[in-house]
């Protein structure tokens, strides 16, 4: 059965760093993209951007969505299955709940969530 | 900037069909596009309903249908039921990688 589960809430002020995490079972970690989603309060859902681990880093792939290029980081641990959302500089405007997602079989939409994480930054 | 839309609002009768669709500001939505639909309760992550255009997720209903109607995605549900009012995300591959959301359409069943 695939699972993602995403860390713990967090609570920040601005300026500091973060990093949240998606540790993925189920399936080969590293044959499969995994997104990040925003969800800010009130508001709908947003594609941040998405990585593709791959066997050894050469394969590994990145895209980010223009808004969020820049501003977030996204990175992998094949060693354990996890994959990562980091803010070098956290700005209020950061406050959301953020969702990891996986694509199905046919690599287009997801098929898969984390529970999401909520960083408030304040 | 290429905008996806969606309806910010809808509502329906119990029993009743509703069309809820998504389009861009620039363009036709096609297959090419793989739209795919996700419902949202508050609190809760999104389920996925539908993905590349019409195939249903495990477990989904066959209440739900996904289609391409003209130059729009579209997501039809037949015999609505109370736990259907939810909001409804619909997902455009924009190519290069990169997906965008809608902006959510929120189902009122009434």
């Known amino acids: 059965e695939v699972k993602l589960v995403q860390s713990g809430p967090e609570v920040k002020k601005p300026g500091d760093s973060l990093k949240i995490s998606c540790k993925g079972s189920?399936?080969?970690?590293?044959?499969?993209?995994i997104a990040w989603v925003r969800q800010m309060p009130g508001k709908g859902l947003e594609w941040v951007g998405m990585?593709?681990?791959?066997?050894?880093?050469?394969?590994?792939?990145?895209r980010y969505s223009p808004s969020f290029q820049g501003q977030v980081t996204i990175s992998a641990d094949n060693s354990i299955s996890i994959a990562y959302l980091q803010w070098s500089s956290l700005k209020a405007s950061d406050t959301a709940v953020y969702f990891c997602?996986?694509?199905?079989?046919?690599?287009?939409?997801?098929?898969?969530w984390g529970q999401g994480t909520e960083v408030t930054v304040s | 900037q290429t905008v996806v839309t969606q309806e910010p609002s809808f509502s329906v009768s119990p029993g009743g069909t509703v069309r809820l669709t998504c389009g861009l500001t620039?363009?036709?939505?096609?297959?090419?596009?793989?739209p795919s639909w996700y419902q949202q309760t508050p609190g809760q992550p999104p389920r996925t309903l539908i993905y590349?255009?019409?195939t249903r997720s495990s477990g989904v209903p066959d209440r739900f249908s996904g289609s391409i109607l003209g130059n729009r995605a579209a997501l039809t549900i037949t015999g609505a039921q109370a736990d259907d009012e939810s909001d409804y995300y619909c997902m455009l591959y924009m190519g290069s990688g990169i997906s965008v959301f809608g902006g959510g359409t929120k189902l009122t069943v009434l």
């Open positions: 189920g399936y080969k970690f590293t044959n499969s993209w």
């Open positions: 990585i593709y681990p791959g066997d050894s880093d050469g394969d590994t792939s990145l």
């Open positions: 590349t255009t019409n």
């Open positions: 997602a996986r694509p199905g079989h046919t690599g287009y939409g997801f098929d898969y």
């Open positions: 620039t363009g036709s939505v096609s297959t090419s596009h793989y």
